[in-house]
């Protein structure tokens, strides 16, 4: 249903299935399963330090020897803001009282940008995992060269086609299509340009038309039919994110998990109140908060998101469980909980009955 398909054995994949990364919601057993059913799994440590990604890669591997991915976030660096910040800290302080709690007294960088991360860049070096992706931008050369000097395979993320144009440019071997419908944040390169909105599909079919890169499909694919239909529109593998979100290997805490799986998952909003970037979300009483009149500019990312899950936490506290950052798509209503081992079979059976559906009607 696409082009011949390079981008498998070039990942050592067998079924065109890529979990997305989801920095807090993947674990090692996770990842694992996926690529032990022949897809691509994946781990976000773009919020880990060095040392925990190396933990995290070395327990994956232990429950694997298939490939797997490992994300980074590749952001600007945050500039600190006093003003803002103290704005900010004001504004939640009623929010924090509501659950006996006081707000930060201030916020800080709670993570390392990959761009200006030596130390992450040493590990990869030195554990080189068969795949390393980015979010937010790309690395510089010299961080690129390293990678692919230990013979690892990069991805990156793209929201427009100017952005996929710096990804081929920087010889990167396959660009994932974020589309507008993608829960989590928003990979937008500037979080201060205007951000065209691409769909999915729109974005995919630009990139394929326009590059020889491999293209990767990802927003709003729940099933096996959204996998096919992102074949069929030239992508050689989709990414799936919000359908691994309530598998039983995720880190997701019960809240998630269970406004995940109800009606609210029928209601998702772009917010940037919880981290300080763009980010679809499930509607919760964060995206609320972010939502109103009085509130201010938000700090930068992610600093932002030390205030926020200084809230969540407060608020978890207390039994409240709606102001954790709840990332889903916009299909999210499809999620479905099971292990991930039995939700790659369910994919597989649901793209090979939409393929043979298709072929029937097309005779």
């Not at 959204?226 to 997701?252: H, K, N």
């Amino acid at each position: 249903m696409s082009r011949s398909n390079a981008l498998l054995p070039l990942l050592g994949i067998n079924k065109p299935i890529i979990q997305a990364p989801m920095a807090g919601v993947t674990t090692p057993a996770l990842a694992a399963a996926v690529s032990n059913a022949g897809g691509l799994g994946s781990l976000g440590v773009g919020a880990m330090n060095a040392e925990a990604a190396r933990k995290v890669i070395r327990e994956t591997r232990a429950l694997t020897d298939k490939p797997f991915n490992v994300n980074v976030f590749c952001h600007r660096p945050a500039k600190a803001d006093a003003a803002l910040e103290s704005a900010w800290i004001e504004w939640l302080a009623p929010v924090f009282a509501r659950y006996g709690a006081t707000p930060p007294a201030r916020l800080s960088e709670i993570y390392t940008s990959f761009v200006v991360d030596e130390a992450m860049l040493k590990v990869f070096v030195e554990e080189k995992p068969a795949i390393v992706s980015f979010h937010f931008g790309l690395p510089s050369k010299d961080y690129i060269d390293a990678l692919r000097n230990a013979g690892i395979k990069l991805i990156a993320s793209a929201t427009n086609v100017s952005e996929a144009e710096q990804i081929a440019k920087a010889g990167i071997d396959a660009i994932v299509a974020q589309g507008i419908e993608a829960g989590g944040h928003r990979g937008i390169f500037d979080s201060e340009a205007d951000d065209d909105f691409l769909g999915t599909f729109a974005l995919t079919r630009l990139l394929v038309r326009k590059f020889d890169v491999p293209v990767i499909a990802a927003g709003g694919i729940m099933d096996g039919a959204g996998v096919a239909a992102a074949l069929a529109l030239g992508a050689q593998a989709a990414q799936l994110g919000t359908a691994f979100v309530p598998t039983t290997e995720s880190a997701i805490d019960a809240g998630y998990r269970r406004a995940l799986l109800s009606d609210a998952a029928n209601h998702t909003t772009l917010t940037a109140a919880i981290s300080g970037r763009p980010a679809r979300s499930l509607v919760n009483k964060f995206t609320e908060l972010g939502r109103e009149a009085n509130a201010p500019n938000n700090p930068a990312y992610p600093v932002t998101y030390d205030a926020g899950k200084a809230l969540h936490a407060a608020a978890k506290a207390r039994g409240e469980l709606g102001y954790g950052a709840q990332w889903g798509g916009q299909a999210a209503a499809l999620a479905r909980e099971m292990s991930a081992a039995e939700l790659m079979a369910r994919l597989e059976a649901e793209l090979d009955e939409t393929i043979e559906s298709l072929q029937r009607y097309s005779r």
